[in-house]
């Protein structure tokens, strides 16, 4: 069962072709790739899919519970309203705010006291807000934040910075998660518990995700499915075994790596 | 949990009952003269400015020049109003209707403009506090150049303390809530804020229309209580103004808005004998102190009980070391 379908996605930047007639397809609990050398275009298609670029032409549409959603045309906002959370590939937390209100920001779309409430700090304002408190250290915990929720997101390490950005995604409640770079800067330690971690919130959440990654033990290792990006086209899709034997694909981006190692 | 709720607000209604009566105490026993209730009276103002400016600029980080613009239609609306029906209840209906008149305004003028960013956006507000000064410099009801002159005085202490302390805790009240927390995210990272599902236009525009709601009152407060309005009372300069204390007291902390107000006031107060250096030495200050802490007084924090313990424990610690 589909859960997005990605039909001839375009994004032109004046002359420069970043995505161009890029079709994709995720089906409910996948866990795919996105790959391709540096400036292929794969962060400008996470941009397209969660609005906060337009596309030049194409359709974006996330299917759900049996109703299905044009996203091309929507605001950001609305879009995660719509389920779909992500990660940035420099991460954008919230960096003068503490562990625990990055989390809770993430929640409010679902919040149901009203603005008297906030107010006048009534009992339902004080009843949901401890809610939000005790929601928001189960998920802290799941990546063990939890004992740091007053830290300020900018005093956290890196890694746990990458971690807390997860965090916030999954605080959206989404159906479609998609990751850019979750890795990028870990040492090998680092990225091969993360894999597990990706592999766990997945199945626990229900959750299908889209993965942008460099490190290639973890595409390979976690992804079902992969698209290959290159020039902003996609030039290959296939399971780990095939892009890896896949011609075009070394010749554009494997090829890359075996002539640095 | 539910009890520390209630220790706490039973701690702050305490402050705010003993401030009360304390001020209305001095104010009966004459220690209060006119010209020191004078100096007050401009203090509980600039704090509903200054706090509910910041609510915009500090906290949902959208630069707004045209505050003054706001406080002007509450002014006027409240002493039209309070001309024709002299009373009490008068300056009351006043009162709200400048203040929700003000808001309609802020929601018609942010709407549009809230979209711009940064230098833009003060512009664009800049334009309108000078549109609306110029629409009461010619409307027929406003009397022109010339202004209005109110001659009730209906502003006493316990209105003064009723709407700024209610501006204050209805502000700190709203920070504190999801709905602040989602116009804190605005200012620190737009594009990660609708990434998590907030809808950053709302949002602005709520701060936006709730702050122009308050400068309303204050507004109205000021034409009730010094008698005499004209449009050039609330040009670009009283915008400036406003955003001195905010940016004074920090970007971000309601304490800071309260004690810049305070600070700021006492300071051209004091000045005042000597009025050839009164604005050279005002801005020197102000030079200064923006060097040594450019984050203004407070920077985002808040005045707190654990903050005093911080400091003490600071400063028990230096004397420990001096000895
Ligand atoms: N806002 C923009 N304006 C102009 N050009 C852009 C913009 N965003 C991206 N590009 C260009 O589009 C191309 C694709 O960029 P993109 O960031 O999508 O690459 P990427 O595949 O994510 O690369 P990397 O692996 O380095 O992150 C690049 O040539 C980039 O310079
Ligand atoms: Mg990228």
């Known amino acids: 069962m589909p859960i997005l379908k990605v039909n001839k996605l375009t994004k032109a930047f004046g002359g420069l072709m970043a995505v161009s007639n890029v079709n994709l397809e995720l089906n409910q609990g996948e866990l795919v790739g996105l790959i391709g050398p540096n400036g292929a275009g794969k962060t400008t298609v996470f941009n397209l899919l969660t609005g906060i670029y337009v596309p030049t032409s194409g359709t974006i549409t996330l299917f759900q519970d049996n109703n299905q959603t044009q996203l091309q045309c929507l605001k950001p906002y609305t879009i995660c309203k719509a389920g779909v959370a992500r990660t940035f590939q420099n991460i954008r937390l919230f960096k003068d705010l503490t562990v625990l209100d990055n989390v809770r920001i993430a929640m409010h779309k679902n919040l149901d006291y009203g603005l008297f409430a906030s107010l006048f700090h009534t009992k339902a304002y004080s009843e949901e807000e401890n809610q939000l408190i005790e929601k928001s250290l189960e998920l802290l915990k799941i990546l063990k934040l939890h004992h740091k929720k007053d830290e300020l997101a900018r005093n956290l390490p890196y890694g746990e910075q990458r971690h807390l950005e997860i965090v916030r995604a999954l605080a959206a409640n989404p159906s479609l998660l998609l990751l850019d770079e979750p890795a990028a800067g870990m040492n090998p330690a680092e990225t091969a518990n993360l894999t597990e971690m990706i592999g766990w919130i997945r199945k626990n959440f229900n959750l299908t995700i889209l993965l942008i990654e460099h490190d290639m033990s973890l595409v390979m290792k976690i992804c079902e499915r992969i698209y290959v990006l290159d020039y902003g086209m996609v030039i290959a899709e296939g399971t780990p075994s095939e892009i890896k034997a896949n011609k075009r694909v070394i010749e554009a981006y494997l090829g890359e790596e075996v002539n640095h190692a | ?323």
């Open chain 2, 1 to 323: 949990m539910q009890k520390l709720l209630g220790s706490n607000f039973l701690k702050k209604a305490i402050f705010l009952a003993a401030t009360f009566g304390l001020v209305q105490l001095l104010i009966v026993t004459g220690v209060i003269n006119p010209f020191i209730m004078d100096t007050l009276t401009t203090i509980c103002i600039n704090i509903i400015l200054a706090v509910s400016l910041n609510l915009i600029t500090g906290f949902t980080g959208q630069f707004s020049l045209g505050h003054a613009g706001f406080m002007s239609i509450g002014a006027y609306t409240c002493t039209i109003i309070t001309l024709r029906v002299p009373t009490t209840l008068g300056f009351i209906t006043g009162l709200l209707a400048g203040a929700i008149l003000a808001a309609l305004v802020g929601a018609v003028v942010g709407l549009p403009t809230l979209r711009l960013r940064g230098d833009y956006l003060a512009i664009a507000t800049l334009g309108m506090a000078e549109i609306i000064r110029i629409i009461f410099l010619n409307l027929d009801i406003t009397n022109g150049a010339a202004g209005l002159f109110n001659n009730n005085q209906y502003v006493n202490w316990f209105w003064l303390f009723l709407f700024t302390a209610g501006t204050v805790v209805l502000i700190s009240n709203f920070i504190k809530s999801s709905h602040g927390r989602a116009c804190i995210s605005i200012r620190e990272d737009e594009i990660a804020a609708e990434a998590v599902g907030i809808n950053s236009t709302k949002y602005k525009v709520t701060a936006f229309v709730m702050g122009a709601f308050f400068a309303g009152i204050a507004g109205s407060m000021h034409s009730s209580y010094f008698y005499f309005i004209k449009p050039d009372l609330f040009g670009f300069l009283k915008s400036i103004n406003i955003l001195v204390i905010v940016v004074f007291g920090g970007l971000g902390s309601i304490s800071g808005s309260i004690i810049a107000a305070i600070l700021l006031a006492l300071i051209s107060t004091s000045l005042q004998s000597i009025p050839e250096l009164q604005m050279v030495i005002y801005a020197a200050m102000l030079i200064t102190i923006m060097l040594f802490r450019p984050q203004g007084l407070m920077g985002s924090k808040e005045l707190s009980l654990s903050l005093f313990k911080k400091w003490s424990s600071l400063i028990h610690r230096k004397n420990g070391g001096e000895a």
